[in-house]
């Protein structure tokens, strides 16, 4: 009976020692390294930092677009040890390319200003800026052929004589 409760403690011992070993604490700077991994691969994230704290994963940065940012969320979220992901991504899209539009514009602009010498015009992001001097009855018709260009705006800070 002595020797029966001897092996019953010991099997009970041996079982306790078992699970706790078996109950492995996640190391968050492991996780963290992985899910920053797995970010680093899709160059659409690379504005993207992930920290982990106790195994809840926190998203930060800039991403162009929503889908980029669920993109970081899910492929986080699939990293073994995450129990879950705080998304704090802002989505900033990128500012347009009006490199075309400025280049059309300039080749026509030396048409339209050929009439209007006291004026000068600079192209940029789609805006045309006019500075100088104009008379008052010459300004429609160079309005006119501004417009014709579809800039995006037309500032006008002629001197109207």
């Not at 403690?9 to 899910?35: F, H, P, R, Y």
């Not at 992930?50 to 162009?64: C, R, Y």
């Not at 006291?118 to 160079?142: C, H, K, M, S």
């Amino acid at each position: 009976m002595k020797a029966f409760r001897f092996m019953t403690a010991i099997t009970l011992i041996l079982a306790l020692g078992m699970s706790v070993a078996s109950c492995k604490k996640v190391n968050d700077a492991e996780v963290q390294k992985a899910a920053q991994e797995v970010l680093m691969a899709d160059p659409a994230l690379a504005g993207v930092v992930v920290t982990v704290q106790e195994q809840v994963a926190t998203l930060t940065g800039i991403v162009d677009d929503d889908v980029a940012k669920a993109a970081a969320e899910s492929a986080v979220a699939a990293v073994e040890n995450v129990k879950s992901v705080v998304n704090n991504i802002e989505v900033v899209p990128p500012a347009p390319d009006y490199s075309e539009l400025d280049a059309a514009i300039n080749a026509a602009l030396a048409d339209a200003m050929k009439d209007h010498a006291t004026v000068t015009a600079a192209v940029e992001n789609g805006v045309i800026t006019l500075t100088g001097e104009i008379r008052e009855r010459d300004l429609p018709t160079l309005m006119q052929k501004l417009n014709a260009l579809n800039p995006v705006q037309i500032v006008n800070n002629l001197t109207v004589k």
